[in-house]
């Protein structure tokens, strides 16, 4: 896949572009959302941002900031990576920047692979309009974050950086995130971790979907499941506040259930190249649960549980549409 994290924009209009991280600390309980981002309108000029989310559960809070520049101020190197919009940088070992009255500092040391939602087949074709990598989809990360007047020191802090990049957002879609797991008995799971998202794009005049690809990793072994056959056979339903996905990798299966508290959700607007708008809601405070099978002729069901695993307030999704969703707020538009 080369370089995840290298920067696909050559210049041209029609693109956007997003580096993310995602995290939780246990804590303090808080779920951080930071992004680096840029977008080249197809009438324009180009532009380059940061974003800063936290939802505070413990303080009753959120927060929503971003910051816009011009493209001019968008620089990056390939080897080895960095990315800097201003004085905010990002590297394969972490991030740094602020604006107003938010800034942050945070570390992570690289120790699983990149992974690939999108299958090389569907990018070789260019039949995917936004492009999902997952440069780092788990680690451990410290430092400092300043939000709301206050300075947080990390304490059990996990999460991902993801890349991803294209010409058009879905016309809805879920996500969702998870490195902090415990199995049912309260013993941990360092090594498990998941990311899924569920697309429905508009095509021939109507929405086709959902398109569900996973990958994560369970019972010390790898799991994808992004075939361009099976992702469209991934069962999901999902809504603001919830997803019920289910799919599959040979011999395995997961059942995956996610739940965000509606009042700990982030609004924030997405602009696409071609102007049109799409209304995101984004938790880093959601529960997940985890069945993972496998296959097993021996027993009636066909399926013997292999293991289950829970976090609570620990896991990340996003909801979004085409339209706002009445009564919740925009913190960044």
């Known amino acids: 896949m080369g370089d995840p994290n290298a920067l696909q924009w050559d210049g041209r209009p029609g693109h956007y572009e997003v580096y993310y991280l995602s995290a939780t600390d246990r804590g303090s309980g808080c779920g951080l959302w930071i992004r680096y981002t840029m977008v080249a309108p197809l009438d324009g000029d180009a532009t380059c941002s940061l974003w800063f989310m936290a939802m505070d559960p413990r303080n009753d809070g959120l927060v929503g900031r971003k910051h816009t520049r011009p493209a001019a101020e968008l620089t990056a190197t390939a080897d080895p990576f960095e990315l800097r919009i201003g004085d905010a940088v990002l590297t394969d070992r972490g991030m740094t920047g602020g604006f107003d009255d938010v800034s942050w500092d945070v570390r992570w040391e690289a120790r699983v692979p990149p992974a690939e939602p999108v299958h090389p087949m569907l990018r070789k074709a260019k039949v995917a309009k936004t492009i999902l990598l997952l440069p780092h989809p788990a680690f451990e990360l410290e430092g400092t974050v300043a939000f709301d007047g206050r300075t947080l020191e990390l304490d059990g802090a996990r999460g991902g950086q993801a890349h991803l990049w294209g010409s058009k957002h879905a016309a809805r879609w879920a996500w969702a995130h998870c490195n902090d797991f415990e199995g049912i008995d309260g013993s941990p799971r360092p090594d498990a971790w998941i990311d899924g998202v569920s697309v429905f794009v508009p095509r021939f005049g109507r929405e086709i979907g959902p398109s569900t690809p996973v990958v994560g990793r369970f019972a010390g072994e790898d799991f994808a499941s992004t ?95 085409r339209e706002p969703v009445p009564g919740l707020e925009l913190q960044v538009t």
């Open 227 to 321: 075939s361009p056959l099976r992702v469209t056979r991934n069962d999901s339903r999902f809504g603001l506040t919830s997803w019920r996905l289910e799919a599959l990798d040979g011999k395995r299966k997961v059942v995956v259930d996610v739940d965000a508290p509606r009042d700990r959700l982030v609004g924030v607007t997405y602009t696409d190249p071609d102007g049109d708008l799409a209304y995101c809601y984004n938790s880093e405070v959601a529960s997940m649960h985890v069945r993972v099978w496998e296959r097993d002729r021996s027993v009636q069901e066909g399926w013997r549980l292999l293991d289950e695993l829970a976090s609570t307030g620990r896991a990340h999704f996003e909801y979004a549409q």
